[in-house]
């Protein structure tokens, strides 16, 4: 093993922080110049960049240098994996959710992954471990009979190997009979000016814990597409398959790049799709697809669109359009729309239940978003994922409601004395039905020092989410949203600790939102016609 010699000469594995192979160069990039070799130290060495430059051609067999490569991976792997176990604790935090899916420390984006295979829900999350920052990610494995209790299973994929180097980027995954395959971007940087690679990858597992990286399965990017081009989504479409990768065009307009194939390895790139939209953004990113009702639908997360509110200040934003496909593998989009008009909703990945329901989650967070109070506590954490909702498409109408299962969750009914327009809950957990009339108003995690809040302005017939007065340290602080044909407004809220999650007259809109405030604003206070439906503590 060729490759093994120069990483002995580099100081062993444990010296070794990644190894990249761009063009017809091998890089190895080192710890300790000190456990070099002397036959090493002779070696084309960039200070900088801490990085050995030996040449490809040492190793003459492509198919040899390809194998090689992943045993060093492997290796890599293994050393990554020993020391992101101390990471793996939850740190404790006042902050911390109680039954939403959160990171031990470090940070969470987007969820990965997300499937039923074999008797179980899986899912994945995108984690650096070691700081709150957006820097080289690996996923989270979480398993579960009922998507209410999540197991940790282990940390599957890690930055370690020439094509994920700088990131396991977000990908989804597929239940191809014992096998669960799991489709992500490799994200590389290469040289000083970190210039971006991406590369679609597989990885795979027969025991639905264990899995092996396959490699790369797309190493060029389509035509006309910048190196912003990532998030596989993979499904099955008549005799063969199709793939679709959030994109931006090289003169900086977002599209979805469609691919198809015959056997999930070899891919051909069909187009770019989504033109009818014009100049929709910068960039689009997480791409998904299901049918409801016999209509198709395809998510995107759209950055640098206008933004209807002049509240909504953030690049990001998330939504849903209608998709047509025809018998060339092209898409046509149309009626995009927000999924979610709260703060905090981003990358969501859906799969269908055995019995055939359409269940969603996302992050709840946003990119730019992470100086938060959370990141404070011990190693510190940031970011949490969504609850579940289920999604239908009625009356030509797109519905989302709560996952029916999280009324297992309920524990205790939360008694309201009557005429009483204060109350403390004693805690942060817990599910309010509540019926509104204009003009009213409700706050929620309330204190002597904050609350949030949701006011039913009578004029306008604007629902406004206002968390203008919490411990929120970056982001928007009010949402808008016009129900100008609701003579009353119902809210079916999730609170956990640091967020809120509104669904809205059942299922017309949600709301979801992180929400931190101190530890005593357990307090809800109602002016206006409020009536208290059935709600329970969790
Ligand atoms: C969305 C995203 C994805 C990317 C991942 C990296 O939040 O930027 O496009 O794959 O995060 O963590």
């Known amino acids: 093993m060729l490759l093994f010699s120069i990483i002995n000469a580099c100081g062993g594995i444990h010296n070794v922080l990644r190894i990249l192979a761009p063009d017809t160069r091998i890089l190895v990039e080192i710890k300790d110049t000190s456990l070099l070799s002397s036959q090493a130290k002779k070696q084309n060495y960039n200070k900088a960049l801490k990085q050995l430059t030996y040449d490809k051609a040492m190793i003459k067999d492509n198919e040899q240098l390809a194998s090689e490569l992943l045993e060093v991976g492997k290796k890599i792997a293994e050393q990554q994996k020993l020391s992101i176990a101390s990471c793996t604790s939850p740190v404790e935090c006042e902050y911390r959710p109680s039954w939403h899916i959160s990171p031990p420390q470090g940070l969470l984006n987007d969820p990965n992954g997300f499937i039923y295979h074999q008797g179980q829900y899986h899912l994945f999350y995108q984690w650096y471990p070691y700081d709150c920052v957006h820097k080289d990610k690996y996923w989270v494995h979480l398993t579960s009979k009922d998507l209410i209790q999540w197991d940790w299973q282990s940390v599957p994929l890690t930055p370690s190997d020439w094509f994920d180097s700088h990131g396991v980027f977000s990908g989804h995954a597929l239940s191809q009979n014992d096998q669960l395959m799991v489709f992500y971007t490799g994200n590389v940087r290469i040289g000083e000016q970190r210039d971006r690679q991406t590369m679609q990858c597989v990885a ?158 996302a992050w709840m967070g946003l990119p730019d978003e992470i100086n938060q109070p959370s990141i404070d506590s011990g190693d510190g954490w940031v970011h949490q994922l969504t609850t579940f909702r289920e999604l239908y498409f009625e009356q030509g109408k797109l519905l989302q409601r709560p996952l029916s299962e999280l009324k297992a969750l309920r524990r205790e009914q939360i008694i309201v004395p009557k005429d009483t327009h204060c109350f403390d809950l004693q805690s942060k957990s817990f599910e309010l039905n509540v019926l509104l009339t204009w003009g009213s108003r409700i706050r929620l995690h309330e204190s002597s020092t904050g609350y949030c809040e949701i006011r039913l302005e009578e004029q306008s017939r604007t629902l406004y989410l206002d968390r203008s007065n919490t411990l929120m340290r970056e982001g928007d602080t009010l949402r808008e949203l016009a129900l100008p044909n609701s003579a009353s407004i119902h809210l079916q809220i999730f609170s956990d600790t640091s967020s809120l999650e509104i669904f809205i007259n059942d299922g017309e809109a949600v709301m979801s939102s992180r929400v931190f405030t101190d530890k005593t604003a357990t307090k809800m206070s109602f002016t206006g016609d409020v009536e208290i439906q059935n709600s329970w503590l969790f």
């Not at 597992?205 to 899995?211: A, E, L, N, R």
């Not at 005799?239 to 070899?266: P, T």
Request: proline share 6%.
């Open 204 to 361: 795979s597992s027969t025991d639905g814990i264990h899995f092996t990286k396959q490699g790369p399965v797309i190493t060029e990017l389509p035509p006309g597409v910048t190196p912003h081009c990532r998030d596989p989504k993979v499904f099955r479409h008549d005799d063969h398959w199709l793939m679709l990768l959030g994109a931006q065009r090289e003169d900086e307009v977002g599209r979805l790049a469609v691919y198809r194939s015959e056997d999930l390895k070899s891919w051909d790139f069909v187009g770019l799709s989504g033109d009818e939209l014009g100049d929709f953004g910068y960039m689009w990113e997480c791409p998904d697809f299901f049918t409801l009702n016999n209509q198709d639908f395809i998510v995107i997360g759209p950055q640098g669109i206008k933004s209807s509110s002049k509240y909504h200040t953030v690049p990001h934003h998330n939504g849903i359009v209608k998709a047509q496909l025809d018998a060339q593998d092209k898409f046509t989009l149309s009626e995009f729309q927000h999924l979610d008009v709260g703060f905090d909703f981003y990358a969501p990945q859906s799969l269908q239940t055995p019995d055939g329901r359409r269940v969603m989650t």
